[in-house]
């Protein structure tokens, strides 16, 4: 399926395109949280739902010329892990008494697609961090049924102190940066982001999702098998879905969280699995993981650095892991082209891989 149309809001970034400036440049910009650092969207509002409607219109995720007939004939596929709790937790949500108080999922899903004048189906996915990826899954499948014509896979992940303090308490984050598979890495970096993926079933030129696959992780919800076997399956099924070979990868966007039990799990498998490493990097350094977000955000800054054609260099990574042995990019360097393999971990075991592909 091709990718008509990217947007991205993040800390990154304002756009897909100012994000990519900031990533090939290797600047990464958190701000801090509770003395921890966080990669914060640079709007500001008085309440949640005024935030949410400056940033959906800053996203702007689908083209000025999509006409009413065109949205009648779009789907929106929303993914998120928080939904409404960042307006629970302000001065304007309800009591907490009042069975109300916290909307269903599906009723954010209706009304971004009213926002948006979106007619055609709904469908939300809560399936914490591989939500956006899960909602792209669909997309995939409904747009290949012809069930509709365009769809809209939006990823929302918006800072609330829920989330912060949860991750906190499970001792997953680091007080110091985010660092993929440096020897020093000790834990995640939260991140927000609003970003989209406007899909369609035609094969023209751009980039096109060839392949998804998945696999499942029983190690334990926040635990990973380090033998590397729940990636090497997702990868497998990714590239058979695809059509491809190992061989045809040239570039690998790693989940790259910096927690000491995914980097291992994640190097496990592709050593396993690659002969010779191919070139890899995570942007979580310059996002944050943005938890059900991260499929739309990494894939839309994705897209835009490879167009530009340079691959991101890996932000603080400085001590190679003799434990890992494997060294993602340190410098930014010219997109030699080939297929993409992006991966992710996700809450509860879930394993998720894509095979991207760009077409001339």
């Known amino acids: 399926m091709r990718i008509l149309r990217t947007a991205h809001l993040s800390g990154a970034g304002l756009s897909a395109s100012a994000a990519a400036e900031h990533a090939l440049r290797g600047e990464s910009r958190p701000v801090e949280r509770e003395g921890r650092p966080f990669h914060a969207i640079d709007i500001a509002a008085d309440s949640w739902p005024e935030r949410l409607r400056i940033l959906l219109d800053k996203l702007a995720p689908l083209p000025p010329d999509f006409d009413e007939v065109q949205r009648a004939r779009t789907g929106l596929y929303l993914g998120s892990s928080s939904f409404f709790v960042a307006w629970a937790e302000g001065p304007d949500a309800p009591a907490a008494e009042s069975r ?213 260099a890996t932000p603080a990574f400085e001590m190679p892991d003799p434990a890992l042995a494997w060294t993602p990019t340190r410098e930014a360097s010219d997109w030699q082209g080939g297929a993409v393999l992006a991966l992710w971990f996700g809450f509860g075991g879930q394993v998720a891989a894509t095979v991207l592909e760009r077409r001339a």
């Open 100 to 312: 109300d108080a916290m909307p269903p999922p599906a009723l954010l899903g209706r009304l971004l697609a009213r926002r948006l004048g979106i007619a055609g189906p709904v469908s939300v996915f809560g399936s914490a961090c591989v939500a956006s990826l899960a909602a792209l899954d669909a997309a995939c499948a409904d747009l290949a049924a012809g069930h509709v014509e365009h769809a809209l896979v939006l990823g929302l992940e918006l800072d609330n102190r829920l989330t912060r303090e949860g991750f906190a308490a499970l001792q997953l984050l680091s007080p110091t940066a985010c660092r993929p598979l440096d020897k020093a890495r000790n834990g995640l970096v939260l991140g927000e982001s609003i970003s989209a993926l406007l899909m369609t079933r035609d094969a023209g030129s751009g980039w096109h999702v060839r392949g998804q696959g998945w696999a499942y992780d029983n190690s334990g919800p926040t635990a990973a098998d380090l033998s590397g076997a729940p990636m090497i399956a997702a990868i497998e099924r990714a590239l058979d879905t695809a059509g491809l070979a190992l061989q045809d990868i040239g570039l690998v966007k790693l989940h790259g969280a910096g927690s000491p039990l995914t980097d291992a799990a994640e190097v496990a498998a592709l050593r396993s699995l690659f002969a010779q490493a191919p070139t890899s990097f995570s942007l979580k350094p310059y996002l944050g993981h943005c938890l059900g977000a991260s499929g739309t955000s990494e894939l839309s800054l994705l897209c835009a650095c490879l167009d530009a054609g340079c691959v991101p």
